[in-house]
C-alpha cells in the first residue's frame, strides 16, 4: 500500500501523540503521587538500523507491551535503574524500601510491570478513541540491561526500512524522576488507520481514556 498521508491528518496524529503522553503522565501522577510533566514529544522517522542508536546503550529497565491490533508494533517504557527502584517503591505505597544493588525484588518487577500496564492502557485508549477502533495489547514484560538490548529483546520488528517512533519525556517530581515512552507502531497499518481520521476530530476529547484508576 502506499504511505501517503494528508498533513492535516498527521497533525491530528502528532496531537493525538503529545495528548496521550500528557494522560500517561497524569496517570503516573497518580499512582506515584508525584507531580508528573511532559517534557518533549516527538515524533521520528528512523531507518531500521538507527533505532538502537536513537535508544542508546546506556544500562535502563524497559517495560514493554505487545499491541496486538492494528497499528501493531510496541509501547516500551525506559527507565534508569534509580528511578525504575523510587517508582516501584512509590506503586507498592511505602511497603518497602528500595532494593539494594543493581537487581529487582520480585515486589519491584511486579510493581513496574503493573505501573507499565496502567500506563499503556491510558496512552493506547485515547488513540484508539480518535481512531475509532480498538487496540488489544499484550502482558508488560520487564527487562533490565543495555537498552539497545531491550531492543532485541522485543523482537518482532516489522519487514521495512522505515520505523515510525513517538517518543515523549515524562519527569515527575521536579525532573528528579523521569521515563521515556517510545511507541513503534508498524507503519503501513498506522498509515491505514491516519487515512480513516475525521478532520473534524477535537484530540484533546477523544484521547480523554476513561479514569482507569477508579
Same mark, same amino acid.
Given at each position: 500500500?502506499?504511505?501517503?498521508?494528508?498533513?492535516?491528518?498527521?497533525?491530528?496524529?502528532? #496531537? $493525538? +501523540?503529545?495528548?496521550?503522553? /500528557?494522560?500517561?503522565? %497524569?496517570?503516573?501522577?497518580?499512582?506515584?503521587?508525584? !507531580?508528573?510533566?511532559?517534557?518533549?514529544?516527538?515524533?521520528?522517522?528512523?531507518?531500521?538500523?538507527?533505532?538502537?542508536?536513537?535508544?542508546?546503550?546506556?544500562?535502563?529497565?524497559?517495560?514493554?507491551?505487545?499491541?496486538?491490533?492494528?497499528?501493531?508494533?510496541?509501547?516500551?517504557?525506559?527507565?534508569?535503574?534509580?528511578?525504575?527502584? #523510587? $517508582? +516501584?517503591?512509590?506503586?507498592? /505505597?511505602?511497603?518497602? %524500601?528500595?532494593?539494594?544493588?543493581?537487581?529487582?525484588? !520480585?515486589?519491584?518487577?511486579?510493581?513496574?510491570?503493573?505501573?507499565?500496564?496502567?500506563?499503556?492502557?491510558?496512552?493506547?485508549?485515547?488513540?484508539?478513541?480518535?481512531?475509532?477502533?480498538?487496540?488489544?495489547?499484550?502482558?508488560?514484560?520487564?527487562?533490565?540491561?543495555?537498552?539497545?538490548?531491550?531492543?532485541?529483546?522485543?523482537?518482532?520488528?516489522?519487514?521495512?526500512?522505515?520505523?515510525?517512533?513517538?517518543?515523549?519525556?515524562?519527569?515527575?517530581?521536579?525532573?528528579?524522576?523521569?521515563?521515556?515512552?517510545?511507541?513503534?507502531?508498524?507503519?503501513?497499518?498506522?498509515?491505514?488507520?491516519?487515512?480513516?481520521?475525521?478532520?473534524?476530530?477535537?484530540?484533546?476529547?477523544?484521547?480523554?481514556?476513561?479514569?482507569?484508576?477508579?
Amino acid at each position: 500500500m502506499g504511505l501517503k498521508v494528508d498533513v492535516r491528518k498527521l497533525d491530528l496524529f502528532n #496531537q $493525538m +501523540a503529545k495528548e496521550g503522553s /500528557g494522560t500517561v503522565a %497524569e496517570n503516573l501522577g497518580q499512582l506515584t503521587g508525584l !507531580d508528573a510533566t511532559v517534557r518533549t514529544s516527538q515524533i521520528n522517522f528512523l531507518d531500521i538500523a538507527d533505532v538502537k542508536t536513537h535508544i542508546g546503550d546506556d544500562k535502563g529497565v524497559g517495560i514493554y507491551v505487545e499491541l496486538n491490533e492494528p497499528p501493531y508494533g510496541y509501547v516500551l517504557f525506559l527507565l534508569e535503574p534509580a528511578d525504575s527502584k #523510587q $517508582m +516501584a517503591s512509590a506503586m507498592m /505505597g511505602g511497603m518497602g %524500601e528500595p532494593s539494594e544493588g543493581e537487581g529487582f525484588s !520480585d515486589m519491584e518487577r511486579s510493581a513496574m510491570q503493573e505501573i507499565g500496564n496502567i500506563m499503556t492502557s491510558a496512552f493506547i485508549d485515547g488513540w484508539a478513541n480518535v481512531l475509532e477502533t480498538t487496540i488489544d495489547m499484550g502482558t508488560p514484560n520487564f527487562v533490565f540491561g543495555p537498552a539497545d538490548g531491550i531492543i532485541d529483546e522485543m523482537g518482532g520488528w516489522p519487514d521495512s526500512d522505515l520505523v515510525f517512533v513517538v517518543d515523549s519525556r515524562i519527569t515527575v517530581d521536579d525532573g528528579d524522576l523521569g521515563m521515556t515512552v517510545y511507541t513503534f507502531p508498524e507503519l503501513e497499518d498506522l498509515v491505514a488507520l491516519i487515512q480513516d481520521i475525521d478532520l473534524d476530530t477535537d484530540v484533546a476529547v477523544d484521547t480523554e481514556a476513561s479514569d482507569i484508576l477508579d
